[in-house]
């Protein structure tokens, strides 16, 4: 039975009774009448009662309905029917947005939404990092009123944003600074998407490249000079045989120079672009050690011959500790070039005749520290932190003439982080130098008995 029908057979029902009680007192229509009073009442309430639930589930969905009858339990059920559809719908959506903001969140750029007056409507953490950005407190700020870089300006007021814009991040410092590049991109109607990303390391590696192609360049140059001057004057000048041997000299040291140069170059690429050393590989500490005094004495004779002359005094070396000194884990190579260019930088910084002190000491939580003091001239506070990087020279003119590269601390320090070990430089004007690489207990153990022993 349909439900226009159902609620007609019911009013006719209430009708029909009250003229029946009415036709007692000869009242027949008034008993229809007051029939189909009651039941407009009678329905009226339920309306009521149907319309009340309905304000009440906008509130709380689960409210449940009231006991209906007819057409009205059927749209009760309905409603409930599609209220449970939408909330799972609702529900699935919400879903959605929040992956997507876990999404956004854990992006390595930053996000910002911006409205069409671009007010920030929404940040992810990166964009804060970047920016200085509160989440909550920057809600529907101008973008423009927080972030003032003048390229970021320009491009929304121009509404330009074919190209990204490279802008220093309001944190930024001298000590850490933050190098910024972001992107908009329009969408909807006038919204912005606007993406940023730290491009600080990319700018100082770019730097740095220019730099070491500067270097390198200016490295090469200078010995290609000199020897094109020297070939220049044997084609052109006869020389006596003294000449010609000195100037055959000079080119052969030039030569050597630029072999050293382009030998440390390699080193240090190969030791970049290399796999990590293989921590199952144990060398006797000794054998480096004493690998690296006789080339030490070595380099310090050629070095005083070549600066005094032949009766010139030599360093006073001090190796001790190598008695006690057990085997390492890792790449024999390497760990002989590092401890030999730090010996070798102290040679070379080191008057003739001053005192070089290399010990290698043990530690009490099993790891080692190996030491190299010298009685040179020192360090200046403001170079220490650069003597690592590549070509940094304190004194160049000094450098050169010994045959120094630049290279060799740089080639510590690479080796030393391979090896999971540290450089610590220790100096002041006129009181020496003193440089520590400290070894992890990881990568020592003691040296096997032998029979000898």
């Not at 933050?178 to 990303?197: D, T």
């Not at 220019?210 to 200016?218: E, K, Q, T, Y």
């Not at 020297?230 to 006596?240: M, R, V």
Request: aromatic share 6%; glycine share 6%.
């Amino acid at each position: 039975m349909s439900p226009l029908i159902s609620r007609l057979a019911i009013l006719l029902s209430f009708m029909a009774v009250g003229a029946a009680l009415a036709a007692l007192s000869g009242q027949s229509a008034v008993g229809l009448a007051a029939g189909a009073v009651l039941w407009l009442a009678l329905d009226s309430w339920r309306a009521l009662r149907f319309v009340n639930w309905l304000a009440r589930i906008r509130d709380n969905p689960a409210t449940p309905p009231p006991r209906f009858f007819g057409i009205r339990k059927e749209a009760s059920e309905r409603v409930q029917r599609l209220l449970r559809k939408q909330a799972l719908e609702a529900a699935e959506h919400e879903s959605r947005l929040h992956n997507m903001q876990s999404a956004l969140q854990a992006s390595p750029n930053g996000v910002i939404i911006l409205d069409e007056q671009e007010h920030i409507e929404w940040c992810n953490r990166m964009a804060c990092e970047h920016f200085g950005l509160d989440a909550r407190r920057d809600l529907n700020q101008r973008v423009t009123h927080l972030l003032r870089a003048p390229t970021l300006v320009k491009s929304l007021a121009a509404r330009d944003f074919d190209e990204a814009v490279t802008l220093e991040s309001p944190l930024s410092t001298a000590a850490r600074p933050l190098r910024l590049e972001a992107r908009l991109f329009p969408y909807g109607q006038g919204r912005l998407l606007m993406l940023s990303r730290d491009i600080t390391v990319i700018e100082q590696a770019e730097a740095m490249r220019r730099d070491f192609v500067a270097n390198v360049s200016h490295e090469i140059r200078t010995p290609l000079t000199v020897l094109t001057g020297f070939i220049e004057t044997l084609q052109n000048l006869p020389l006596d045989e003294d000449a010609r041997a000195n100037t055959l000299k000079r080119m052969a040291q030039q030569a050597a120079r630029m072999k050293t140069l382009v030998d440390d170059l390699l080193t240090l690429s190969r030791i970049e672009g290399s796999a990590s050393p293989d921590e199952r590989e144990w060398t006797p500490v000794r054998a480096l050690l004493q690998r690296c005094e006789a080339d030490a004495r070595a380099l310090s004779a050629n070095l005083s011959a070549n600066l005094s002359g032949q009766d010139a005094p030599r360093h006073e070396f001090v190796f001790e500790g190598v008695a006690v000194a057990g085997e390492i884990a890792g790449s024999a190579k390497e760990l002989q070039s590092a401890l030999f260019n730090i010996i070798n930088n102290a040679i070379r910084y080191t008057p003739p005749g001053g005192r070089i002190e290399v010990r290698w000491t043990p530690e009490p939580d099993g790891g080692a520290r190996f030491s190299v003091r010298d009685s040179g001239p020192g360090i200046a506070p403001e170079h220490i932190p650069r003597l690592t990087e590549r070509f940094y020279r304190v004194d160049s003119d000094r450098s050169r003439a010994s045959g120094g590269t630049g290279l060799g601390l740089s080639i510590v320090k690479h080796v030393l982080q391979r090896h999971d070990a540290a450089l610590r430089i220790e100096s002041a004007p006129g009181q020496g130098a003193c440089f520590t690489a400290t070894f992890p207990a990881s990568r020592l153990r003691a040296a096997p008995a032998t029979a000898a022993d």
